[in-house]
């Protein structure tokens, strides 16, 4: 049944005058008249006895009357239960390789200060996929690490971290205060799965270019080329430096969150750092990632091809080298 011809309805039965129940509407009788007889139609029996001496419901309309209060009712709770579910907005954020990760605790708290009513959700991905489910439109808003193609993307830099190469712990070169990435040419490289993005699977195979060549020129890197196990997960890149001594190239955070027996993580000095980013979709944005973007409180990306620079870093913390003995 239609919610406003019942609306009408009961106007009619609590005022039993036809002209009041207009008013009451803000309608003429004409078309109120009408929407009733509609409704008589519709339920095939009569709802009003109509008289010289006015209107009265008939015993049809007396049990209209009180079912149509209760769908009245129930359907103005559901809207203000949808209207509410619109204000407590859910904004999913997407995490990938441990970017972000300190600041996510802090990133939510900031937007909840602004918007009480919103939720905020982390979801981790695997690290074949830098846009952190972004792309395949599972998470509003990504905590990731350039590079990466962001082509229809938004994206703003939290900051800059350094990088460790992860070794067997009996590896000759794990003993060394730092490394080079041509120090670790000859050994099987961990790889990422082929049909990951292309910029971000050369980067985490050592093939990025270097900033710091003594001719000013980029370096060209092979260290990642070869064979090497596949892996989509930090913990299977753990494990393929312990039971396939493997190497490979991991963000310093690393070496407190993953710290394993058989693994050495040692610096790497001539290696462009990770930058740690938010990510959205720039067409049409969404009002309440903006707004989360903002709370987060991020620069712009500035353009620096990937070459190590000054870290930006929206809580002035500048991001610690870390020395791994």
Not at 178 to 190: A, K, M, S
Not at 215 to 242: D, F, I, M, N, Q
Request: aromatic residues 6%.
């Amino acid at each position: 049944m239609d919610l406003r011809r019942l609306r009408y309805f009961v106007a009619v039965a609590e005022e039993l005058h036809f002209g009041r129940a207009a008013a009451r509407l803000h309608m003429s009788q004409p078309p109120l008249s009408q929407r009733i007889r509609e409704l008589e139609n519709e339920l095939g029996c009569q709802l009003f006895q109509r008289s010289a001496q006015g209107v009265r419901l008939t015993e049809a309309g007396s049990v209209l009357l009180g079912e149509a209060k209760e769908l009245l009712d129930a359907a103005e709770r559901a809207r203000e239960r949808v209207r509410e579910t619109g204000r407590r907005r859910t904004i999913v954020v997407g995490t990938v390789a441990g970017a972000g990760l300190e600041f996510g605790p802090r990133a939510a708290a900031a937007f909840r200060r602004t918007h009480p009513d919103a939720q905020v959700r982390l979801c981790e991905a695997d690290i074949s996929d830098p846009t952190a489910g972004l792309r395949s439109g599972r998470v509003d808003v990504a905590l990731t690490r350039l590079p990466f193609d962001t082509a229809g993307l938004a994206v703003r830099l939290l900051e800059t971290e350094p990088l460790v190469a992860a070794v067997p712990a009996d590896d000759p070169v794990a003993r060394r205060p730092h490394l080079r990435v041509g120090d670790l040419l000859g050994r099987p490289w961990i790889r990422l799965p082929e049909d990951a993005d292309a910029a971000w699977r050369r980067y985490w195979l050592g093939e990025a270019d270097s900033g710091e060549a003594d001719s000013g020129e980029a370096v060209e890197r092979s260290a990642g080329t070869g064979s090497g196990p596949v892996v989509r997960t930090v913990s299977e890149c753990l494990h393929a430096v312990v039971w396939q001594g493997a190497v490979g190239i991991l963000p310093a955070g690393a070496t407190h969150r993953h710290r394993t027996e058989g693994i050495a993580f040692v610096p790497l000095t001539d290696y462009p750092p990770s930058r740690v980013v938010l990510a959205w979709p720039s067409e049409v944005p969404d009002p309440a990632v903006l707004a989360f973007v903002e709370a987060v409180g991020a620069r712009p990306v500035p353009d620096t091809d990937g070459a190590p620079g000054t870290a930006y870093d929206l809580f002035n913390r500048p991001p610690d080298l870390l020395n791994i003995p």
